[in-house]
């Protein structure tokens, strides 16, 4: 080789370097722009720790009786209000998600409907979707539910759709080839295929829809967020920490419940 | 286990003598029928807990079928420039989240690393990130708004809080992941801690904390579009303005954007995943 | 000969209480020689060459490298001295996102500035002595390649020019064959050996093959459950005194 290595390496990492360079600069760009048009005021943002500081010395010693009398129930219509709009979910999204498979359904048209109702379900967030059903069933957990639900059809139909895609047709060929009925096909060659994807993924939508209805409650539509911005109202810090404690016992619970079933799922 | 396979091992088992092998036997060929009955137990309990009834949904998609002819046709017109100026703040609000986010999860990701760092460094590190993953940003945003007052200023460090969380975590994991031979063999070479982490443990990592990045901005562009329904700055705020004073046609035309806007973002960010791969 | 480069006195490592993996181990390397250290697995072989090279710290016991008591340095100190000692690992341990150049480069950091490795802004006298030594080993073309494409025998060179590339006093090379096949074990090892006669490094090699050990050694030391068995010349390993460091003997027919 005629060139040397150390001007061979200038060419290797000088486009890279420059590649990166306008990459910063755009970020750093975006980053000046936003910042002058977002209002910020100087004073609020130099105030911040102390006022963070001030609430949380305001919120001990955390309020037992409130937590036992009021935060508890709340929490269980909380979780109840997950399970069921995941279960819901479910219910609904199995056969969306089996029309949304290119390899069950060859019609390009349907297969476009479901992948448009997933995005649309997906790109609603649930605070939003509980407006409108707070606006249908009237405030209550009824419309936490509905929310709920509407929010995990997207991200349950799209990652079903995708495991039953992975699906291998030979499983289900050998079991039509012995002569068994379309049920049997079903139960026999296709839903052990994705029985641990489907278990897994419901499992994962719940512990998310755990966190999601927790704020539901804050445009009426049930659950623990309706007491928490009644506590923080009012003023009552102590109160607000109970609700905030069990929150994130909760939060943690379910997750762990998931992570060691999702484990013996898959 | 089907019927046949049940009576096939039944016969071949040896008769149960004591009283708890009988229940074992019995949790044994039974379990998931038990659990299944529980389950169906407990939905049905929670549904009469919650007042959930077919006559409920029932009379809720009639009074569906009036609310959806109120939404329609959407009002773009009316509210232009407050909606025009929102659904930029939070586009801004999530740009600027997502850098200062990334910012910080960098060094608390390399803090909180179990293969790195001793356990009194990582323990503060991961709880605090583990707080910040627990709640929901609206939350946390509730909080920062009762610190700093209404506006972009509570949302933006609500998102860079819930960033941190996310990214945080995932950049754990990530470095807890990498082969710990190379870091040992850059040691070995003399390097300081800071060309350790920069030779040994970077380029294990820096191709997913891309991705990392991309999917955190997604996420921010989504809750900033609804963190001005508790007043932390951005679109969330007209929305949830114009849905109080019953102007549903403002609300559907705020709605039909947010999704625009959202299935654009995943459009764009689906494309820069493949040309960082 | 003259003094001894290295001088390990009494050094003990317990991972666990009272689980000793070295006992009392005192030996001495000195200036150009190969000393190859056999044993069977587990027998404490890495674990001597970790604390010479401050990976790990010993329970107790010196290890005296011209002067400085490697177990009592810190920081900065304790850098400078690793980068005087030049390691290779049984799995080359390359940083495989990295390009071979970067990995040769890797042995300068002790020597750079922190802000410069940062950037990645290498002195142009190091890379022509990475060129320099790439030509050598024979993988001048795939300076420029990612590590991730090499085969083992490739990757085990550039194992071996990164280390040369902090300009040791020493070599510490740690099962450099294990992975490789017999053919390239051999290469690999005649590039190194001839490697370090040329630069008069003494090198300290751990390894599993005898008669490998007998080809390239000038002095042979046998470690058995911690210490130290056999320390002599080729010619007088014997059989018998294989026995007495692998236990038995009928692995050998
Ligand atoms: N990080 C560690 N923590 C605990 N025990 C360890 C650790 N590293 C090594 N050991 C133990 O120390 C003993 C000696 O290990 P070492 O790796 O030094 O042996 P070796 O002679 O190099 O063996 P091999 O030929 O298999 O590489 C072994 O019993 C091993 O289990
Ligand atoms: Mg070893």
Redesign the pocket.
């Known amino acids: 080789m005629s060139e040397n290595l150390a001007k061979e390496w200038k060419n290797h990492v000088g486009p890279k370097r420059a590649l990166k360079t306008v990459f910063y600069a755009i970020i750093i760009a975006a980053l000046v722009v936003s910042l002058r048009n977002i209002e910020i005021i100087p004073e609020f943002l130099k105030d911040t720790p102390e006022q963070l500081m001030d609430l949380f010395r305001r919120m001990w010693p955390i309020d037992v009786k409130f937590l036992w009398g009021f935060v508890a129930p709340s929490i269980l219509e909380t979780i109840h209000i997950a399970t069921l709009g995941t279960i819901a979910t479910l219910i609904i999204t199995f056969p969306l998600a089996v029309l949304g498979s290119k390899n069950i359904v060859r019609n390009e048209g349907i297969r476009y409907v479901m992948k448009f109702i997933f995005v649309a379900s997906r790109s609603v967030n649930s605070l939003i979707w509980a407006l409108f059903y707070v606006a249908v069933f009237g405030p209550g957990p009824v419309a936490g539910v509905m929310a709920i639900m509407s929010r995990s059809i997207g991200f349950v139909g799209k990652l079903l759709s995708e495991a039953i895609e992975e699906s291998s047709r030979n499983q289900i060929e050998a079991v039509i080839s012995v002569g068994a009925p379309p049920v049997s096909v079903f139960l026999k060659g296709f839903w052990p295929q994705i029985r641990p994807s489907f278990l897994s993924i419901a499992l994962l939508r719940w512990d998310i829809n755990i966190r999601e209805t927790a704020v539901l409650g804050i445009v009426g539509a049930g659950g623990i967020g309706l007491l928490l911005e009644s506590a923080i109202d009012v003023f009552h810090w102590p109160g607000v920490a109970a609700i905030l404690l069990s929150i994130f016992v909760v939060v943690l619970l379910a997750e762990f419940l998931v992570t060691n079933l999702r484990k013996k799922v898959i | 286990m089907d019927a046949l396979t049940r009576r096939v091992l039944k016969t071949q088992e040896p008769v149960p003598t004591g009283g708890m092998e009988k229940v074992r036997r019995f949790f044994r060929f039974y379990g998931v029928q038990i659990l299944l009955f529980l389950f169906v137990v407990y939905v049905l309990f929670a549904l009469s807990r919650l007042g959930i009834s077919p006559k409920r949904i029932s009379e809720g998609f009639t009074q569906g079928k009036v609310f959806l002819s109120r939404l329609f046709p959407p009002d773009f017109i009316t509210r232009w420039d407050d909606i025009r100026h929102d659904m930029l703040e939070s586009l801004e609000i999530a740009v600027v989240a997502s850098i200062i986010g990334i910012l910080l999860s960098l060094p608390l990701g390399l803090l909180g690393a179990r293969n790195l760092m001793p356990s009194v460094v990582t323990w503060p590190v991961r709880l605090f990130i583990s707080l910040a993953r627990a709640f929901n940003p609206i939350i946390i945003g509730i909080i920062f708004v009762k610190a700093v007052g209404f506006g972009p200023l509570a949302g933006l460090l609500t998102l860079s809080v819930a960033s941190v969380g996310f990214i945080g975590k995932l950049f754990i994991e990530a470095v807890e992941e990498i082969s710990m031979k190379q870091v040992e063999a850059v040691r070995a070479s003399g390097a300081s801690f800071l060309s350790v982490i920069r030779f040994g443990v970077l380029p294990q990592v820096s191709a997913r904390f891309i991705g990392f990045g991309m999917y955190q901005f997604d996420s921010n562009l989504r809750n900033s579009t609804t963190l001005g329904i508790v007043g932390a700055g951005g679109i969330g705020g007209t929305l949830f303005a114009a849905y109080q004073r019953f102007d549903y046609r403002i609300v559907c035309a705020i709605v039909l954007l947010i999704i625009g806007l959202i299935i654009l973002d995943e459009y764009v960010s689906e494309r820069v995943r493949r040309v960082f791969q | 000969m003259s003094e001894a480069i290295l001088q390990i006195r009494n050094l003990s490592k317990s991972?666990?209480h009272k689980q000793p993996?070295l006992h009392d181990v005192s030996l001495d390397v000195k200036p150009e020689e190969i000393l190859i250290i056999i044993?069977?697995?587990?027998?404490?072989?890495?674990?001597?060459m970790r604390c010479i090279n401050h990976l790990i710290t010993p329970s107790s016991g010196h290890i005296y490298f011209k002067g400085l008591d490697i177990p009592s340095l810190h920081g900065n100190q304790m850098r400078a001295c690793r980068r005087r000692i030049g390691m290779v690992f049984q799995e080359f341990n390359l940083v495989e996102r990295l390009t071979v150049l970067e990995n040769l480069l890797i042995g300068r950091l002790g020597y750079m500035k922190p802000l410069d490795a940062f950037l990645q802004r290498y002195a142009a006298e190091d890379i022509d002595a990475a060129e320099a030594l790439l030509t050598r080993l024979g993988l001048r073309e795939f300076a420029l390649k990612r590590a991730d494409n090499l085969s083992g025998g490739q990757r085990q060179r550039v194992g071996i020019g990164r280390a040369l590339m902090q300009n040791p006093e020493l070599l510490l090379v740690d099962?450099p064959t294990s992975s490789l096949d017999p053919k390239t074990s051999v290469e690999v090892m005649e590039i190194m050996a001839e490697l370090a006669r040329e630069r008069h490094i003494p090198v300290l090699v751990?390894m599993?093959d005898v008669n490998l050990a007998r080809r390239f050694a000038d002095r042979i030391v046998g470690?058995r459950e911690g210490r130290i068995v056999f320390d002599g010349k080729k010619e007088e390993l014997t059989n018998d005194t294989l026995a007495k460091i692998y236990g038995g003997d009928s692995w050998m027919h």
């Open positions: 991972y666990f993996v044993g069977p697995s587990g027998a404490g072989k890495s674990t001597l099962e751990n599993h470690m």
